[in-house]
């Protein structure tokens, strides 16, 4: 420091340097987002606002294309009818998929889990209740096998479910012996399995049936689970980040384990709409099931990597195959463009999902 003439010190040497200095206040410019950028953070935030949008454009054209046939009360049920299944299988993969996960044993679950109903109530004469409560029972002991070869023994989901994939479809045929119970012998034994088959009118038609309400019920409460209750955001948390939710104090293997038996028993539910659906119970239904359940999710928004994604979503991808499967034969295409419809819209929702994912990055 140097002394001044009235005897106050002055500024240091280093100190002078700053009478030059500029006096105004730093300011930064604003990151302006474009229009593209506010969209990606709009569907980032609403995932399933492209399915629903896909869902309407579908519906316009092929009203358009085909015409009344197509929009007509009846189509449109028998649609709703013939996803059923499906809808409520993709609801377990959906489960799945949001941890980061993948089930491909669903299909054999929901096929094993109906021969186990089929089989207990027809054949060895148990009282339906006590079959049909085994039947879920054997969904649920499947999913609780699939969550503990992944939770305790670190396998990955999809070699873990590929290998009891093939382990419950060969128990599914050994247990069955390969043969169909009839429609006759559910209606003079066992008509509760029959169920999800009885139809429901609406003025005077019968346009859908009790499998479609089964399906609206699993969904709406899946939906609640996964919004409102601490579970829920559990799940969400384990798909978004494994190892951080573990740091926050989240049991994830617990949760994988719950929810890996959770959709074994949805699997078994969905086997006792398929019984309704048939209306037998066959070991050779439901062949594409686990392929089929996973486009829905896809299509339905949910994204593949874990911790985004809707119960809505996925009701409305397996609503957009429905649709389009209908409207093409409608139309008088043959069925392998339903196919190629079909996989353009997997390859077209998971590109848009990994673009999606840039937000996050």
């Known amino acids: 420091m140097s002394a001044t003439g009235d005897g106050r010190q002055g500024p240091a040497e280093f100190e002078k340097v700053l009478t030059g200095a500029a006096a105004t206040v730093a300011s ?4 302006k987002k474009t229009l593209l950028r506010r969209l990606q953070q709009f569907l980032h935030s609403y995932p399933t606002s492209i399915p629903f949008i896909v869902l309407l454009l579908g519906f316009v054209g092929f009203s358009l294309v085909v015409g009344e046939r197509f929009y007509a009360p009846l189509n449109i049920g028998l649609v709703i009818q013939q996803v059923t299944v499906i809808a409520i299988l993709g609801i377990a993969q959906t489960l ?7 089930d491909l044993s669903v299909g054999a679950i929901m096929i ?19 079959a049909f409560s085994l039947g879920l029972l054997c969904g649920m002991v499947c999913g609780c096998i699939n969550g503990a ?15 009891t994939w093939n382990i419950f479809n060969a128990l599914n045929l050994w247990y069955s012996a390969s043969a169909t119970i009839r429609n006759g012998d559910l209606q003079a034994q066992s008509p509760f399995l029959l169920l ?6 609406f003025g005077g038609r019968d346009l859908l049936t009790a499998g479609a309400i089964l399906m609206i019920s699993v969904a709406v409460l899946i939906w609640y689970v996964l919004n409102r209750t601490a579970f829920g ?16 104090g989240i049991q994830t293997k617990y949760t994988l384990l719950a929810v890996y038996t959770v959709a074994g028993l949805i699997c078994a539910i969905a086997g006792w709409a398929l019984i309704g659906r048939v209306g037998a119970v066959s070991p050779n239904s439901g062949l594409t099931a686990n392929l089929d359940s996973i486009t829905a999710v896809v299509i339905g928004g949910t994204s593949l990597f874990g911790g985004r994604g809707s119960i809505i979503g996925t009701l409305v991808g397996a609503l957009i195959v429905g649709l389009f499967s209908s409207g093409i034969k409608l139309a008088g295409l043959d069925v392998l463009w339903q196919v190629f419809a079909v996989g353009c819209l997997i390859i077209i929702a998971v590109a848009i999902d990994q673009w999606i994912r840039k937000v996050s990055a």
């Open 28 to 31: 930064f410019d604003e990151d």
């Open 149 to 163: 070869l992944i939770t305790y023994l670190d396998l990955p989901p999809f070699i873990a479910t590929l290998g």
């Open 196 to 201: 999800m088959g009885w139809p429901i009118s």
């Open 112 to 130: 094993l889990s109906h021969v186990v109903m089929g089989k207990l109530a027809i054949d060895y004469g148990l009282p339906v209740p006590i």
């Open 96 to 102: 799945v998929i949001l941890t980061a996960g993948i």
């Open 233 to 248: 955001r559990h799940v969400l948390a384990v798909g978004d980040d494994a190892e951080a939710a573990r740091l926050a």
